[in-house]
């Protein structure tokens, strides 16, 4: 089955930096690659996703990348602001299937 | 509508008692999942509904039953539980299972406390 790898576990910025979350993956076959932020709480929410036919994608402060053939993607979060501290989930889904895998997740901490 | 609501919110249970967890969604969705989260840890597949038809179950123990009475409503069965069964119980639906993903949203979740 599909193995998710997430670095690092805890991050902690000052506003107005940049953060950046690193997942491996080990299934070759997986295409689907979403992020999820998850508020003390609360549920996990979607906050950017991307295709295996696609290299980068960008959302205003969120981009994601992703490197098929060294089976790794991150997300990048820039001018972070303090209400983007949250747990976030990076997360693999096999092709033809709409299951998913996940990272153990990264705590980010953005400090004012 | 494009929500996923799962009732109750908050469930305290003994380990001798019987309860079910619900989920509804109206977006027309076909396949439905329960995910459970342990605090700190990331969320993990439990069931998957397709069409009805339960076509995943990821070795859960059998105190877990889950049903699909509709192609609108999941429930989960909860008996005899442990103490350590104790977690966010996670709702999410697709729109078919055995497709590529388009991605799908989670439920609120249900906080289950086994006592």
């Known amino acids: 089955g599909e193995n998710v790898e997430q670095h690092p576990s805890t991050l902690s910025v000052q506003e107005g930096d940049s953060a950046v979350i690193k997942c491996t993956y080990s299934d070759s076959a997986s295409n689907y690659f979403p992020w999820y932020k998850q508020e003390l709480g609360k549920r996990p929410q979607l906050i950017i996703d991307?295709?295996?036919?696609?290299g980068e994608k960008k959302d205003q402060r969120i981009a994601v990348t992703l490197n098929k053939t060294a089976k790794h993607f991150s997300l990048h979060i820039t001018e972070t602001q303090p209400e983007d501290s949250a747990v976030y989930f990076c997360?693999?889904?096999?092709?033809?299937?709409?299951?998913?895998?996940f990272g153990k997740g990264t705590m980010l901490l953005v400090s004012p | 509508d494009t929500e996923v609501t799962q009732t109750p919110k908050h469930l305290v249970m003994g380990m001798t008692n019987k309860k079910s967890l619900k989920c509804e969604q109206h977006?027309?969705?076909?396949?439905m999942y329960w995910y459970k989260q342990k605090a700190k840890k990331p969320p993990e597949l439990m069931f998957v509904?397709?069409?009805?038809?339960?076509?995943i179950n990821e070795s859960v123990p059998s105190r877990f039953s889950p049903e699909c009475p509709n192609s609108s409503l999941l429930n989960l069965h909860l008996h005899a539980l442990q103490p350590e069964d104790s977690a966010l119980y996670l709702c999410?639906?697709?729109?078919?299972?055995?497709?590529?993903?388009?991605?799908?949203?989670f439920g609120s979740g249900t906080r289950l406390t086994v006592v």
């Open positions: 977006m027309g969705h076909r396949a």
């Open positions: 997360a693999a889904s096999p092709s033809g299937y709409s299951t998913l895998t």
């Open positions: 509904y397709s069409y009805e038809k339960l076509s």
């Open positions: 999410a639906s697709s729109q078919e299972a055995r497709t590529d993903n388009y991605g799908y949203t």
């Open positions: 991307i295709r295996s036919n696609v």
